[in-house]
């Protein structure tokens, strides 16, 4: 079990698992992710499960992250991301429904989807430009 101090000093127990791969990280939430691991320039290299429940994969290109969660059950937002964004649009696309905010220079930062019976967030914290976050989205709905 792993353990991390917080502010008070008090250890408490980290809620995440890592995993050395995709594979491994699906078998610990028993359903696929269903994305590739390269996605656009954006490869996968952190693959992390939270109480065997919530499926967490991180992207990289470069210094841009892109972090991307799924979970059974629609309509939670699992993003972990309590911003509040300029902009702010829902959607419905292919049977899911996306909520997508972005920042002032129009950057997609947040998609909360819900789709066949999970919930997906994508979160890119410095933004992304619409047409990247546009290609994880259509992958996610084409799953």
């Known amino acids: 079990e792993q353990v991390q101090g917080n502010a ?8 995440w698992s890592d995993w050395n791969s995709l594979a491994e990280a699906e ?10 691991e390269t996605v656009d320039g954006y490869t996968a290299d952190v693959f992390r499960t939270m109480s065997g429940t919530l499926l967490e994969i991180r992207y990289h290109s470069g210094e841009s992250e892109i972090c991307i969660r799924k979970q059974q059950g629609e309509g939670q937002d699992i993003s972990g991301d309590y911003n509040v964004y300029a902009n702010s649009e829902e959607s419905q696309q292919n049977g899911g429904t996306i909520t997508v905010d972005s920042n002032e220079a129009g950057e997609v ?10 919930s997906w967030s994508v979160v890119a ?17 084409g799953s």
Not at 8 to 15: C, D, F, K, L, T
Not at 27 to 36: D, R, Y
Not at 127 to 139: C, R, S, T
């Open 27 to 36: 078998a610990a939430t028993g359903f696929p992710f269903g994305l590739p």
């Open 125 to 141: 914290s410095d933004g992304i430009p619409a047409e990247v976050a546009q290609k994880f989205l259509d992958l996610i709905l």
């Open 109 to 118: 930062v947040r998609q909360l989807i819900s789709f066949k019976g999970y």
């Open 8 to 15: 008070s000093g008090m250890m408490v127990a980290n809620p």
